[in-house]
């Protein structure tokens, strides 16, 4: 049976899913530089940042969010190191130590009583928590009322 595809084409469609799998990836990790989704961690001395705004997980539980050297929003939490978990409930929530159900040191208490699932936070030219249809119902500290 004669192969449909000669050897050379067979590695340039290998070489082509490669890159198209790569630039994926690599696109993915880039877009998610300001975003952590449902599920996902910050640990200490790791940030988001869009720009010049970051918010960065601080030694002592310092949740700190700035625009340059310019302070716009903090929470301080309490331990030594902490860990900083998007909820599947809607809750952004800080656990000291690294265990993501460990002891609570500070919440955005923004539980959702019928939780989608599809919560993220998102840092921009602000810190904003958006459920499953993109409509903000926590920024810079503050609930959203609506």
């Known amino acids: 049976m004669a192969s449909f595809f000669s050897s050379s084409s067979s590695a340039t469609i290998l070489l082509l899913l490669t890159l198209g799998l790569t630039t994926s990836y690599l696109s993915t990790l880039a877009a998610a530089n300001n975003r952590l989704n449902t599920g996902e961690s910050l640990h200490a001395f790791e940030s988001l940042s869009y720009g010049q705004y970051v918010l960065l997980l601080r030694k002592h539980c310092l949740l700190f969010f700035e625009n340059g050297n310019t302070e716009i929003w903090k929470v301080e939490g309490e331990g030594l190191f902490c860990t900083l978990t998007m909820q ?42 958006y459920d499953g249809q993109n409509n903000a119902i926590w920024v810079n500290g503050n609930k959203v009322v609506r």
């Open 88 to 129: 599947s409930d809607g809750n952004l929530v800080m656990h000291e130590g690294t265990d993501p159900n460990g002891k609570v040191v500070w919440a955005s208490n923004t539980y959702q009583p019928n939780p989608t699932n599809d919560y993220y936070l998102l840092v921009t030219n602000q810190v904003a928590i």
